[in-house]
């Protein structure tokens, strides 16, 4: 489908009016129907976050929609801002990256009032932790869902690595206080833990309380020095996730201290160096692949805003469970990087097709969405 002219979008008034956070806005010229999703995101320049741009940029040109982006920095204030942001911009459907779960009542309650489709994507709401948020989604007519990943077998993997690997004193980086995935990756991390520790009596593994290092590359550098000055045993780290800014001034960080390969790290969200980083042992594992959470979030979106997609009243909505990929050598990275990063994962003829799948078909390409998968589909 032939590429349309973007052009930027003002949308300072509205800035203006809710409040003074960073804006990203980008448009294409509309096809056929008048539309606009907005995206609210941690970040649209660090890896993980301009990966997802990327991706959405790439479906919004060939379907013909209107984009407009908002960087909140998983800030709270900031995350409900942004959705007032964005409706009040016109979008007719947001697609949201958040923080904590509270935030979701607020989000919710503003896409009602403006009758605009809501879909998380790298998150879901825990009905077990938040029954009453998530009762607030079942209620809405207009929150549609959540793409996300299976957290806790995500931590639990990338911990057993370390511990097959024989590391066993392992201090752990967050991001942000309360964070919804931290909290499911956490779970799986001490899972792996609790259970060497069970099988194994005579060789014990320990893990620290989390140190938080929010979104940026300074404050990630800050908690590694933090976690190793206080345990100069520890022979691995977690740098949970963050977008990729966190990990990338950990390793720095390491790197200065002249502890590069000497502490096993691991985390999630792959780096654009993560090739030569892992062959260095910068980076010891790393989990993620996962950057067309967002366009899924924003397939769903935009089928509701079409009419295709109804959500059955009462219910949670639409739920995608992406696969996470692992890699733990620059070979299992170089492959990777052929296929999902020098080229894209998906061609413009397959954005549109699978725009038109129901969502059961959508919801087995996105589960199937793998390495092989795209070999098979772009090796002619």
């Not at 042992?281 to 366009?295: I, K, R």
């Not at 059955?312 to 992406?322: D, L, N, P, T």
Request: proline fraction near 2%; charge should be negative; hydrophobic fraction near 35%.
């Amino acid at each position: 489908m032939k590429k349309r002219m973007r052009k930027a979008v003002a949308i300072a008034a509205t800035a203006a009016m809710i409040g003074s956070l960073p804006v990203s806005a980008v448009t294409t010229q509309a096809a056929d129907d008048d539309i606009t999703i907005g995206v609210s995101i941690w970040s649209s320049t660090d890896v993980l976050g301009s990966q997802s741009k990327k991706i959405i940029d790439k479906a919004a040109d060939a379907l013909g929609v209107n984009v407009m982006y908002v960087d909140q920095g998983h800030v709270s204030e900031q995350v409900t801002a942004s959705v007032e942001q964005l409706c009040a911009a016109g979008c007719n459907g947001i697609v949201i990256c958040n923080s904590a779960d509270s935030e979701m009542t607020s989000a919710i309650q503003t896409c009602d009032a403006n009758q605009v489709y809501l879909t998380q994507f790298y998150r879901i709401i825990s009905e077990e932790n938040s029954p009453e948020v998530y009762q607030t989604a079942c209620n809405s007519q207009y929150y549609l869902g959540a793409v996300h990943e299976d957290e806790v077998t995500n931590g639990y993997t990338l911990v057993n690595l370390l511990l097959e690997n024989g590391d066993r004193n392992i201090g752990l980086e967050a991001w942000t206080v309360g964070d919804a995935t931290f909290q499911q990756r956490w779970k799986g991390y001490k899972q792996a833990v609790d259970e060497w520790n069970e099988a194994n009596p005579d060789d014990q593994a320990t893990m620290t309380e989390p140190v938080y290092a929010n979104t940026s590359s300074e404050e990630g550098a800050a908690a590694a020095l933090s976690l190793y000055n206080s345990n100069p045993d520890m022979d691995a780290l977690i740098v949970a996730g963050g977008g990729g800014d966190p990990l990338v001034g950990s390793i720095g960080a390491l790197a200065n201290e002249g502890l590069t390969g000497k502490i096993d790290v691991v985390s999630t969200d792959f780096l654009d160096d993560l090739g030569e980083q892992l062959e260095s042992g910068g980076m010891f594992a790393e989990s993620g692949g996962h950057f067309c959470d967002p366009l899924y979030a924003f397939l769903i979106t935009y089928n509701a805003i079409k009419g295709n997609y109804v959500k059955e009243e009462g219910s949670f909505g639409y739920e995608i469970q992406f696969p996470y990929l692992y890699v733990s050598s620059s070979e299992d990275y170089e492959n990777y990087k052929k296929y999902f990063v020098d080229d894209d994962p998906y061609t413009d003829e397959e954005l549109v097709e699978l725009a038109g799948y129901s969502f059961d078909d959508l919801n087995k390409a996105a589960t199937s969405l793998s390495i092989d998968d795209v070999i098979s589909r772009h090796s002619n």
